[in-house]
């Protein structure tokens, strides 16, 4: 439907007569009450979008099982509640679904795991809850992985390190605990990793250095310690680091300095301590440094960052954030 034509109104039980329809498109047309059951009769249907329409309500139908034939599922923005029937797992030719800003409550069914052609989950801002399943782990087409902004708990399964074509885990701001799986070593195509926002603990695995198409690491507000791995500085994609609100300890890694692509490094507020490396003026891609919030670490920058001022052009706005953050140049 056009962004601009308005429906309104209740789906008609007559829809289930277009035994023929494969397509079906009415995002942001007022709809409102239950779906009809006879929706569930077009089992040639491969495109579902209801999106926003937030007069749909009531529980999601098992029935959707039925549509075998989907390809494209899009109920984000609804008002459907009650738990994600298990019966989704019958939509073996899925490959999107999106299920964000609903009221769907209770776990992400084990049987999700059966969508074996599934590229992209969208569930986020929701309050769905459990543990996520290991069982994701079977989705080998896997590209984009967001469930963020929801009450899900517990570990974030091993079984992910197997999705060797997921580019984006965006899992920030859930309840997670334990450690990042070493398995996620294996994910050689990712290009984002969002954590940020749980209760994830433990040491930061070095085992993530591994991963050279990585652009965006962001570990933020969790409970990780022990010191930035070495190995970090091996990724020559990174272009955002955001390490800030944990309780890591040790030394900044002299060899930040090889992150050339760096457009953002964080690690506020943790027990960091020693000297702020000099080679941080070399980066000249870098606009937002924030070391704030580690009393352990040096406000005087060390006498080689006067040299990296002196030769680097980047060096200005490095030097300028650092002072504003309290940092002085240690005079020779």
């Known amino acids: 439907m056009d962004d601009n034509f308005t429906v309104g109104g209740d789906l008609p039980l007559s829809i289930g007569r277009l035994s023929n329809l494969e397509q079906l498109h009415l995002k942001s047309t007022n709809l409102y009450g239950d779906l009809p059951p006879s929706l569930f009769n077009l089992t040639l249907l491969k495109a579902l979008n209801l999106q926003e329409n937030p007069g749909l309500v009531g529980p999601l139908s098992h029935q959707i099982g039925n549509l075998t034939n989907l390809r494209f599922l899009n109920l984000s923005k609804t008002g459907f509640s ?25 776990p992400i069914p084990h ?25 994701i782990g079977n989705l ?29 885990i965006f899992l920030a701001r859930n309840c997670l605990s334990g450690s990042i799986p070493p398995s996620f070593k294996t994910l050689v195509s990712l290009f984002r990793l969002n954590l940020e926002g749980n209760e994830l603990s433990g040491c930061i695995p070095p085992e993530l250095g591994q ?45 930040v300095v090889c992150l050339g692509r760096l457009t953002l490094l964080k690690s506020a507020n943790n027990r960091l301590s020693g000297c702020v490396p000099a080679g941080l003026a070399k980066l000249v891609n870098l606009y937002s440094l924030d070391l704030r919030g580690n ?38």
């Open 140 to 168: 080998t087409s896997l590209e984009y992985l967001y469930i963020n902004d929801t009450k899900i708990t517990g570990e974030i399964p091993s079984t992910l390190g197997t999705l060797t074509s997921l580019e984006t």
């Open 211 to 255: 991963l050279s198409s990585l652009a965006v690491l962001k570990l933020n507000e969790n409970k990780f310690s022990g010191p930035i791995p070495i190995e970090l500085c091996l990724l020559s994609n990174l272009i955002q680091l955001d390490v800030s609100d944990n309780v890591l300890e040790g030394e900044i890694p002299e060899e």
């Open 295 to 332: 009393e352990g670490l040096s406000t005087e920058l060390p006498i080689a960052f006067n040299s990296s001022y002196e030769t680097s052009t980047g060096s200005v706005a490095v030097l300028d954030m650092l002072m504003n953050q309290g940092f002085t140049l240690k005079q020779e």
């Open 111 to 135: 049987e999700i795991g059966f969508l074996s052609k599934l590229q992209h989950i969208r569930i986020s801002h929701s309050p769905i809850s459990g543990s996520l399943p290991a069982s």
């Open 82 to 106: 009650g738990s994600i029937p298990n019966s989704i797992g019958n939509l073996i030719n899925l490959e999107h679904l999106f299920l964000s800003r609903t009221r769907l409550t209770g």
